[in-house]
Each structure stands twice: as C-alpha cells, then as structure tokens.
C-alpha cells in the first residue's frame, strides 16, 4: 500500500495516458489522462480490453499484431513514425501516438503503453501546410517569387515561384548560395550589385529590372525589389525580396514601339493605365478607363495638368520621379494607396523617359498582389509568434546539403554550428545508438514522423534533456530529403521525474529498515546529482559528548573529512557546530570571510571549498540528531529551488535517523532482557542446586539411618536432626515452596513460605494425592502429573506453572533409594511472578515502540502522498490563472479558481482528520450536546458538500419521520455525515444517485447513506473502521484511511453505534443509529456498570 502510495504520485501527475495491460490485452490500470483521451470516468476502464479501445475497423488487425507482440514484446517509442487511431467511449476516432513498454510486475508479464491525443498537432500541422500552399498558390498566380539571404551565415532561401522563374522544379540543388550569381544574366549582374551597394548605403528599398538567364538558357525579364534589415551597429544581417516575371509584359512593350495601332489594341486589352506626361505634368496622351484614380473620361484628359485630375500626393511623387528618370535614364517605380469607400486600394506606378523627353507613365493596381503579400506576411509572423509561444526550437535540415536552418530558440539552446556531424557528435553517448537507430528507422521506412527523448550537450561540461519531434519530407520517389522539427528543453522534467524516483527510493530504504548509512549515502548521492559542482556530508551528534561525528561523506576530501571528525557543538563551530548549536540552518557564503570558520579556514580552502550550507537534523521531539551540509567549491548561495532539495532530505533523514534510533533502542532492550532474564534463570538454578544437595543429603542420611536404626542411638539422633532440618529449609523455602511425591503421585512432603498465602497450608494433612487437590486447577494437575511421570523415569525437568495470579518456575529431581531405584520426585517452586510481570512490561514496551514506528512510517506514507496531491493541483492551477490572466480569460480563470477552492477543501478534510485523530488519542473530545431540529440540519450539510459532487450525481434526502429535535453535539454529527457523503460521492462513479434516509425506531434516530459505488471487498471489511486502512479496490483514491475510524469514535462518543454493508461494484450502505437524547442513553448506560 506504501509503494503505491509512492507511485501514484508519479501515475497521477503524468500529462500523457498511461494504460497497463496483461498479456491477455485486459486493461489493469489506467491514469486519468488516460480516462480522459478515450472519454471514461475513472476506474470505468478496468477490466475491458485493449481491443476495446481501437475502431472496429482496426481490431481483426490489432488483434493479430497484439498476439505477436505478445510472443516477442519490445520496447516501441513513443511516436516510432506510426500515427494510429483510437475510439473513445462514445465511439468517435482520433489520432494518437503510443510508446510500448514491456514488464513484469511481481513476476507477472505486463505492457505499459504511454498514450498521447495527437489531434491538435494534426490539425496544427494541416493548418500550416496550407497556409504554405495558399502562399505558394499567391506567389504563382501573381508570378511573384521571394527570397531571404542571412548575411551572417550566408544561408538563403527561395520560394517554389522563385524557382520556376529561374526555370527550375522547387528544391532543385542547382540554386545555392555560391551558383545564385550564375541565374543573373551576365550584362546585369554589375548593375545589380550597383543597385544593392546603393540601396545599402543610403538603407532604401530597392527596385529595378533585371533579367534571369535559365539553364537552358532563355531569358526571362523580372522585375526585383529588395530591402535591408540592420543589426544595432547599422550592419547589414538579412536580405530580402521578391522578383515578379514581367518577361510577357516586356515582350508587349517592345511590340508596341513598332507598332502604333498594335500598341493601341494591346493596350486596351491590358489592365493597365498608360498615361504621356511632358515635363510640367500636362497629359499628352492617355490609354485608360475612368477609375477611383481618374474622375474623367480618358479624352477629357488631352491638355489638362495631372493636378487638377489626379490625387495631389500621387502627382508629387510622379513629378519627383520625372525628375529622377530624366537624370538617371532608369525607370522610376512608386506605389501609391487610395481610400475608396470602404477599400483602401494600392497602385504602382512605373515611370519611363522617352526619346522626344515626354515620359511614359505604367499605373497598375496591385491591391490584390500586396493583399497577397501582406497574407504572406502574416503567415510568416503567424509562423514566428508559434514558434516564440511554444519555448521549442525549431529546425529545417536539408538531408541533401547536410545544411540546416535553426529558430533563435534553437541556437539560444544549443548553438549549433555547420561543422559536420555537429548534431551527431553533441548527443550524450549513452543515448546516441539509441537515437540514430530511431532516426534511421524513420528515414528508411515510409514513415513521416518520429519522436525520440535523448540528452544533448548544452555547453562544454552540461547536457539537457530534450524531447526531439521530427516531420520527414519525401520527394516523389519517397527518398528523404529534408527534416523539419521541433525541440523541446524537457530538463526540468526529467529532473523533477529522477528526484522523485530518488525520494521514493530513499522512502523505501527507510520503510524496509535498511542501515543508516545506506540510507545516507543514498540520500547525500541523491542531493550531489541535482546540485551542481557540490560536495555534501551528513554528520551525527553524539549526546554524551556532544560532538558531531561522519555518518557519510563519500566525497568530502580526507584531509578536510579527518580534520572536522568530532567538531564539537558552539557557536562559533564552523557551519556545522554552529548549526547543530542554534538549531537553525547556517548559511556561509564565502568561508574566507566568515568568522564562525575561523578554525576550520585554511583547511578547507586548501582543500578547494569556498562555502558551506549546514541545515540541523531535528527530531520530531525537536532534539538535534546532527547536521546536513553542502560544501561547493564557489562562493554562493543556494537557490531557492536547491532549498527546497536539501529541505526535503533533511527531513528524510530526519526520519531514517529516528528510525534508526528506534531500532538500536528496542534491540538494546531486548539485550537487557535477555540479559536479565539469563542472569534470573542462574540465581534461579544456583539456588535450586544448593537445595538439590541439601535433600540429596538428607535422603541419604534417612536410607544410611533406616540401614543402622538397630545399630547405635547416636545416628538415630543425628537423622532426627538432619529431618528436622530439612523440615526447617523448607517450611522457610523463600518465594516458593518444596514437595516430595512418589510413584503413586501422593504427597509425601509439602513445606514452603507460600502454602499459607496460597491457602495450601493444610494441604499435606488434607490430601494425599495430586488429583485430590481440587483447588488447583486440572490443566495445571495434569501439567505436574506429566513432568512428575518423566522425572521418576530418571529425567530432570523445568516447566512453568499460573495459577491464583501467580507464576512458579518448578524444577525437579529424581530421588533414589539405597537400590538405586527412583521412588520419589522433588520438586521446588520458585515463585517467578515478579520476574514475569517485568518481562509482559518490555514486551509491551517493543510492541508499543514497534506499533508507534510501523504508524509514523504509514502516516508519513500517507500525509505525504495525502497533501502533495492537491498542493500539486494547487500549484498548477494558480500558473494557469496567471497565465489565463494575461490573456483575460476570465472563464478559464474561474475553472482554475474552483479548482483551488475544491483542493483546499480536500487538504482542510485532511488536516481535520489527523486533528481530530491526535484529540481523540489524547482524550480531548468530548460530546457537547446541543437541542437542534434535525432535518433542517441535514439539508444544510446536503447544500454545503454540492461542490464536491461528480458529474451527474444526486443526493435525494428521505425523511421517514416528521420534525424532530434531537440532544446530540452537531459538530460531532456533522463531522460523522460529512465524511460518509463525502465516501459515497468519492466511490461511486458520474450519474449515480446517493440516497440519504433519516427514521425514527423508539427512541434512537437512524441515519442511513446508501451508494451505487465500488463496493468494500469482503475480506477486507472487518479492517474498515482500522486507523490508516485503504480497502484494495480504493488505493487509487485520494484519501488518508482515517475518516470511518474518525466516525467510529465520534459515534460511540455520543452513545450510538454504526454498521455497514457492502457489496464489490454494487455499493455500499452505512447505518449511524445515535439516541435522540444523548444526556439520557449516557445515563441510562453508565447506571449498568
């Protein structure tokens, strides 16, 4: 139960489903994020099967994959490049990603299968590669290919259009950095670095016509745009641009400068507006329509000034471009916007000089080619905000060039290089083969995605934990050419996951009474991982001495470890002496500077320690049982989150050393009570041998008096006294008493201090034989009988005997005749009652000790598991409400607000029980009894536990008896109530009504809670009212096994009773009968005693 315990904090925290299946594919245990992807409340999984699970579609073919998988299980990652179909409970499809992870737990053959809901990742991806193609779709229609260049690290990109205008298929490798030069027609290519060192320097956008040269060598006429984006220096770092096709609209122009009246019926057909302007802006020609630009027919235009047709803005920007034409020859483009109704329209005008000086002017609308561009534009910000709202880095690697592109993220991370195998050599080299198979796999199979969590090295001396999430792209023949993806910094994780999996380690060391120095080193190792560059050591305080000594130290230099063994306990001694002294923690950042080290200095810098953290271990008795220390070689201190580690293995330790302690203490008592009780069995034997030889001699002197009673006087007399004398022994026999039977089980001698106070005083007189003596009890007659029956066969025996409140210890021995024949049996009783009640006390003592330690081991199992579970819903809840916050979300704010108030709840259920059970241990509860109408009160406690109800569950309240006041301490009974409502609510599944009955029978009131839930397990229902006892169907269910033992008490308090029946996945039904006037029932009982 307490390794469950341990574990489910890890089971119930995993944000992927996690399912565990036999070999049979029956489900045997689910999570709930697990119950949640495929639509089931929770515990509704167990017992289907896996096929269950999977769309009928699928299941003939999963059903013969499982049955092999079960033949040979291995290990499948998560994603492994499959993408597979799930069905919820209410028969809907989705996509997911599952890792398979065969094992055996208890020797019985399992498969642990990891769950993840792909969809959102799907659509995500979908939408992406749409918003691709729509751009690559824009950018076709419109003839319109883009570019960027890094001028950092030289790497360019091009789009699909880019590469058809350059007459090649996208992706072709033809265009690369070094060979884009060669696409630029010779004659141009001059111009065109013109064009961009100008554009440069004075930081303007460029814009002219160039001409591209294919590589079968046609030409195509392009018109390029380009601009700049500068680094804080004003260096230039990123170019980009586009070229449009204008190699139809060039042919046409030339056409119609040979043709006048070809020109004229092309130019209607075009889109375009032709304007003819002289040097002051007068229209000598026009070819248009009339437009938003132009409020008047085109033959109205002739002789008019473009200021008193067109817009003011645009005419100073045409003159300003007549002005730059005539100077420079080129063709001047500018862009213009209008605000129409509703629509803001854009134009671009080209500006060209003729022969006779008049300038041709080209006006286009290119509203739909910048809404086009403006779209691309925000996808590719759409792009680069998901890529900053993720924390992932991103990658583009091109198989074919082995070069890569990588999101800041990425280089932030990792700083890759182009250095070859940069990747490959950076991977930790226990995950590397691991990796690259996987990756392999994926390449070669005709897979799309992989998924692999591997380390990669983050700097020269540290590695990070990242889970790696790759897409694959194919060409037409299937062969990979490219790998996009996205990585993810999962350290924090991994290290919270390996911290956890340490704690429950050292929890179990504790729980299985492992030595104290395993534990230590476990938990010294478990800080030395998850501290950087520290060196830590764990030191015992002697009590009689009051020193510290080394428990564990494994890498503290020796030098330093020798020089501080026994360091005594002060004020001023060092960081850890000085800790053990104030009970407080000792935090010393820079030991050069620190008095407290004034001793202890120059050892520990010669040794390469520059600070020192000592944290005191206190027991729960808040006595110092020694210290925990941090040593590192940099002066600092620690953060909040190395804090919290140390906090939590100080208090492990704290624990391990109680235990500990505990455990040397009850050995060392049963070392006193052996030795005792060894010590009392020789006195016991020294004196039972010193009165064997006594009566020996006086049987002897009796057969040596019978052998000469004719011969002389003087030895009748001396048997006379030596009878006398052994009648004188044993009538004053210390503690105990001596008798002598013979074969026949008569009596023949009794004497002894203790006769008269056992009333057996007269018993020698009285009774002749054994079975006579009716006031000893017949087990013990027959017990004598027996040993007296061995002795006369020559045996010596020892056996106890209890009777009247007493215990004896009776030893006997054979006694002989002069024939040597055995005729009697002595047998002396040494009344060891005493002796025994100190040895029912020790063993009392360990019981108790063990009872004590074996409840501090559970309730600590169980409060710390109890409490992080809704600290942990806490936590993450109160992140997602400043989150949601920051987005202004007010209905998620409120989900997450409910959430918190609901786990308080939980945690002050919690505390409320380990109260209430530390009150009634010490006998502080009593029953204040109050006159209240019952029935309201029970509707009020039915409205204050509503929040806690599943969904679609129903509390129906059944009065069986009309208003009635009752003498009963509310607290008490609300307490009682809460608790079996709060179990029926807890147990039962959504949709599941609760019925809650109150009657009267004569003068008690019965309360009655029946659910429709888990039901108890038969064996196990005599425990239910035990402290700290979970049924085994309710271990996956919150809860401390406190509250029905609460109730118990809390029932029998005020004078009732309580009972139960249950039945497994029928319910459970709990009786609380209490008496309607507690003053009275408590009367009434106590007048029996």
Not at 73 to 86: D, E, K, N, S, Y
Not at 368 to 383: G, M, P, T, V, W
Request: aromatic share 8%; glycine share 4%; with cysteine.
């Amino acid at each position: 139960m307490k390794d469950q315990a341990l574990f489910q904090s890890v089971f119930e925290s995993s944000v992927e489903g996690i399912l565990v299946a036999d070999s049979k594919g029956t489900i045997i245990k689910s999570n709930p994020a697990c119950d949640r992807i495929f639509g089931y409340s929770k515990g509704e999984m167990i017992g289907l099967a896996v096929d269950d699970l999977v769309p009928h579609n699928f299941r003939k073919k999963h059903k013969k994959h499982r049955t092999n998988f079960a033949k040979k299980p291995t290990h499948r990652a998560m994603g492994a490049g499959i993408v597979l179909q799930g069905q919820k409970k209410d028969g809907s499809k989705f996509p997911a990603e599952i890792s398979l992870n065969p094992t055996s737990i208890d020797g019985v053959p399992v498969i642990i299968s990891f769950i993840f809901d792909i969809t959102k990742r799907i659509q995500a991806t979908q939408a992406s590669i749409a918003n691709t193609q729509r751009m690559n779709e824009a950018q076709r229609l419109s003839h319109i290919g883009s570019w960027s260049w890094n001028l950092t690290t030289n790497e360019r990109n091009w789009s699909d259009e880019f590469y058809r205008i350059c007459g090649l298929i996208p992706g072709d490798p033809q265009l690369r950095s070094e060979t884009a030069i060669n696409f630029i027609h010779p004659d141009d290519r001059e111009r065109t670095k013109k064009a961009v060192a100008t554009a440069i320097k004075e930081k303007l956008p460029y814009s002219f016509e160039k001409r591209i040269l294919r590589p079968d060598n046609t030409i195509r006429f392009v018109h390029a745009k380009g601009k700049f984006e500068y680094d804080q220096e004003d260096r230039p770092v990123l170019m980009i641009g586009t070229i449009q096709d204008i190699t139809d609209s060039k042919e046409t122009k030339e056409k119609l400068v040979h043709s006048e009246t070809r020109t004229k019926a092309i130019l209607k057909a075009l889109p375009d507006i032709l304007y003819v302007f002289n040097e002051e802006g007068f229209f000598l020609d026009a070819h248009s329509k009339k437009s938003f630009l132009q409020p008047i027919p085109q033959e109205e235009l002739i002789g008019k000034n473009m200021y008193d047709v067109l817009p003011k803005k645009l005419c100073d920007k045409l003159a300003k471009a007549f002005s730059t034409t005539k100077n420079t020859q080129e063709t001047q483009i500018i862009e213009y916007s209008h605000a129409t109704t509703n629509v803001l329209k854009y134009i671009e005008a080209r500006v060209l000089v003729k022969e006779n000086g008049n300038f041709l002017t080209i006006v286009r609308d290119i509203t739909q080619a910048k809404e086009n561009k403006l779209h691309i534009k925000k996808s590719e910000e759409r792009f680069r905000l998901s890529m900053l709202a993720t924390h992932d880095g991103f990658y583009d690697f091109n198989l074919k060039t082995n070069k890569g592109w990588y999101s800041q993220r990425y280089i932030d991370l990792f700083n890759p290089t182009d250095r070859k195998n940069w990747w490959k050599d950076n991977i930790h080299p226990a995950d590397k083969e691991t990796v690259l198979k996987t990756i392999e796999h994926a390449l070669r199979s005709n897979k799309n995605y992989w998924t692999s969590e591997y380390r990669l090295k983050r700097d020269a001396t540290t590695y990070a934990y990242v889970e790696d999430r790759g897409y694959i792209v194919r060409d037409k023949t299937g062969e990979a050419v490219r790998v996009l993806g996205a990585i993810a910094d999962i350290t924090k994780q991994k290290k919270e996951e390996i911290l956890k999996d340490d704690v429950r380690d050292i929890l179990e060391l504790i729980i299985h009474n492992s030595p104290i120095d395993s534990i230590g080193y476990k938990i010294v190792e478990t800080v030395e991982n998850h501290i950087d560059a520290c060196i830590t050591s764990m030191l015992l305080l002697n009590p009689n001495t009051n020193n510290l000594h080394k428990l564990v130290a494994p890498n503290l230099p020796k030098a330093f470890s020798k020089n501080i063994e026994t360091v005594p306990v002060g004020h001023t001694s060092g960081s850890c002496g000085t800790a053990a002294f104030i009970k407080k923690e000792v935090i010393v950042s820079a030991i050069e500077n620190d008095p407290l080290w004034h001793d202890y200095k120059d050892i520990a810098l010669e040794n390469g320690l520059k600070s020192c953290w000592s944290f005191p271990i206190i027991s729960s008795s808040e006595k110092v049982l020694g210290t925990f220390a941090i040593y590192s070689d940099k002066p600092r201190k620690p953060t909040t989150f190395e804090r919290g580690i140390i906090t939590d293995m100080v208090q492990l330790a704290s624990v391990a050393i109680e235990q500990n302690n505990a455990k040397t203490t009850l050995l060392e008592n049963k070392k006193q009570l052996k030795k005792y009780a060894e010590g009392l069995e020789a006195k016991v034997d020294e004196r039972t041998h010193e009165l064997k030889v006594t009566i020996q001699q006086l049987v002897e002197s009796n057969i040596s008096l019978e052998d000469q009673i004719n011969i002389t006087k003087t030895a009748e007399n001396r048997a006379l006294e030596s009878q006398l004398m052994f009648s004188t022994i044993a009538e004053n026999f210390p503690k105990g008493f001596v008798a002598i039977v013979d074969s026949d089980y008569k009596i023949v001698f009794l004497k002894g201090e203790e006769l008269e106070g056992l009333g057996f005083s007269n018993l020698a007189t009285e009774i002749k034989s054994i079975d006579d003596a009716k006031a000893v009890p017949a087990r013990v007659r027959n017990k004598v009988k027996k040993n007296i029956e061995e002795t006369l066969l020559g045996q010596h025996c020892s056996f106890e005997i209890h009777f009247k409140n007493q215990s004896y210890l009776v030893n006997t021995t054979p006694l002989i005749n002069q024939d040597k024949n055995t005729v009697q049996a002595l047998l002396v009783h040494n009344n060891i009652s005493d002796q025994k009640e100190i040895e029912r006390e020790i063993q009392n003592a360990l019981r108790k000790e063990k009872e004590l330690n074996e409840l501090k081991s559970l309730f600590i199992t169980t409060a710390s598991h109890e409490f992080r579970t809704p600290l942990s819903v806490i936590l993450s809840s109160a992140s997602l409400i400043k989150r949601q916050k920051d987005l202004g979300n007010e209905e998620k704010i409120e989900k997450y607000l409910e959430r918190i108030k609901s786990n308080v709840r939980n945690l002050v259920v919690i505390l409320n029980d380990f109260l209430s059970l530390s009150k009634l241990e010490e006998g502080k509860v009593t029953a204040k009894l109050e006159s209240f109408s019952v029935i309201p009160f029970l509707k009020s406690i039915i409205k204050d536990i509503h929040p806690n109800k599943k969904r679609g569950q129903k509390i129906i309240l059944i009065e069986n008896t009309s208003e009635l006041k009752v003498n009963l301490d509310p607290k008490l009974l609300r307490h009682i109530l809460i608790n079996l409502l709060s179990n029926a609510i807890k147990y039962s599944s959504e949709n599941k009504e609760i019925t809650f009955t109150i009657s009267r029978q004569e003068e008690e009131i019965c309360l009655d809670v029946v659910d429709r839930g888990i039901g108890i397990i038969k064996e196990e229902q005599k425990n239910i009212f035990q402290r700290f006892f979970r049924a085994g169907n309710a271990i996956n269910i919150q809860g401390t096994g406190l509250g029905l033992n609460i109730v118990k008490q809390y029932t029998e308090l005020m004078g009732g009773t309580i009972s139960f029946e249950s039945e497994v996945n029928k319910g459970s039904s709990f009786n609380v009968k209490l008496p309607i006037n507690a003053n009275t029932a408590k009367n009434e009982k106590n007048t029996d005693y």
